[in-house]
């Protein structure tokens, strides 16, 4: 099984490869053409997108002191430019780099892990990065969430960032497993789980703020949850 697109949580991979299912994540985007690396069938990690392939280079361009920061990559595969477009050509291929606009980092074995997008990053009042996207993946976990976005509001006690999460609820589980509950119990409910993700967090990255939509989120076509639509704001 190969598992591309989006990130996947490395415990569906375990689990899978426990039932004698072997299961390669991958990493890419159009503009390499389409793959940049991929785990092997015969060494892999769950939790990471594998090794560079033959004759492209990776890189971590700015890396912090826990050595994330914008992948960039460089090799036969890597597009020429987006056609009749110079100015966004020039945005991302430096010096024969391209730069993905995804930040992560490389293990001792040479094995990268996707942290996030770099539009989506937040930074916090110490400097430092925040991934909605390891918080959704958190949030995922407690079983109950089908879908969440992290996004950051403004503070009205100082310029710090205050993270809240959009939470879409598993309503069909939390039925069967904890009975009909009204709006306040709902609530509730899913403030402990939002709790339960923080005792994971240092304290810049914590939930402050959650909100309970009764939809879906709006999405693009390949099932990806469009974080700049308005759409996705209004049932705060």
């Known amino acids: ?130 991934f909605p996207e390891e918080l959704e993946s958190y949030l995922a976990e407690t079983g109950y969430i089908m879908e969440s976005m992290v996004h950051e509001e403004a503070s009205e006690k100082d310029d710090d960032v205050v993270i809240k999460a959009q939470i879409y609820p598993d309503f069909e589980k939390i039925q069967a497993d904890k009975g009909q509950l009204d709006e306040a119990q709902l609530r509730e409910f899913i403030g402990s789980l939002v709790d339960q993700v923080n005792e994971k967090l240092p304290l810049y990255k914590r939930i402050k703020r959650f909100a309970i939509r009764q939809e879906e989120f709006e999405k693009t076509t390949t099932r990806k949850i469009k974080r700049h639509s308005a759409s996705n704001y209004a049932q705060q």
């Open 1 to 130: 099984l190969v598992s591309g697109g989006a990130g996947i949580n490395p415990k569906v991979i375990e689990d899978f490869e426990a039932m004698g299912l072997p299961m390669l994540q991958g990493y890419g985007m159009t503009e390499n053409a389409p793959i940049i690396a991929a785990n092997r069938d015969c060494y892999s990690k769950a939790a990471s997108v594998g090794q560079p392939l033959p004759g492209t280079e990776v890189k971590i361009s700015n890396p912090d002191e826990t050595g994330i920061g914008e992948i960039i990559c460089k090799g036969p595969s890597v597009m020429q430019g987006y056609y009749k477009n110079q100015e966004e050509t020039d945005k991302v291929l430096i010096d024969g780099w391209l730069y993905t606009g995804d930040y992560g980092y490389l293990d001792k074995e040479g094995y990268l892990y996707i942290t996030g997008r770099k539009k989506n990053v937040l930074i916090a009042k110490n400097g430092k990065n925040i």
